[in-house]
C-alpha cells in the first residue's frame, strides 16, 4: 500500500498578480464576474492558460447553475472535495452549500466514512452521498443507486450528476496539484 502523497503547501504556480494581467486575462476574468474576489486564487491560477480557462469557465459555470436542486449539487459537490482532500474546494462549498440550505451539522456529517449510512439523513440525501461515493470509488453509479436517482431525476438530471461529480473531481486534483491556496477571510 502506498502512502497518503501530502499535498503542497504553497502555490505551485502562483496566482496571476493584478498588476501582472494583459488585456486578455483581464477579458477572461471578467467573465467570472463577482465570484472573482471570493475564488481569486482559483481564478487567477488558472488564467495562466487561457486556451484552457475560456473552455473550462463556461462549462464549470454550467454545472454549478444546472438542472440539479442547489441543495443536492452541494451535497455532491462536498462529497466530493472530502473524498479529494480538497481544502478549497470544501472552503468555497461551504459557504454556497449553506446559502442553499445545507446546515453546519449536515456538512460535518459529510466528512463521516460512512455517511450515506447515518439515519440522521434523509433518504434521498443519503442517495446522493452514496452516489458521490460510488463515482469515487467505482467510476460508475451502481444499478440502486441509479434507480433511486430516477425515481426523482429526469433524464438531463441524471446525465448532470456524473458530470458534476467528475467535474468537480478534476477540479479538486487541479487545485490540490497546483497548490491552490484558501484566501484568507479578509481576501475574500
Known sequence: MTQPMMKPTAPRIPPLAPDERD????ELLAQVGAP???AGNLFNTLVRHPGLFRRWL??????????LPDRDRELLILRTAWHCRSDYEWSQHVRIAGGAGVTAEEMERLRAADAPDDPAWAPFDAILIRAADELHADGCL??????????????RQLIEVP????HYHMLAFTLNSLGIQVEEPGDQ
Not at 451502481?142 to 433524464?155: F, K, N
Not at 458530470?163 to 467528475?166: C, K
Request: charged share 25%; no cysteine; glycine share 14%.
Open 23 to 26: 488585456e486578455r486575462a483581464d
Open 36 to 38: 472573482v474576489q471570493s
Open 58 to 67: 463556461p462549462f464549470g459555470g454550467k454545472l454549478l447553475v444546472g438542472l
Open 142 to 155: 451502481g444499478d440502486a443507486t441509479w434507480a433511486a436517482l430516477a425515481e426523482r431525476y429526469d433524464e
Open 163 to 166: 458530470m458534476l461529480v467528475g
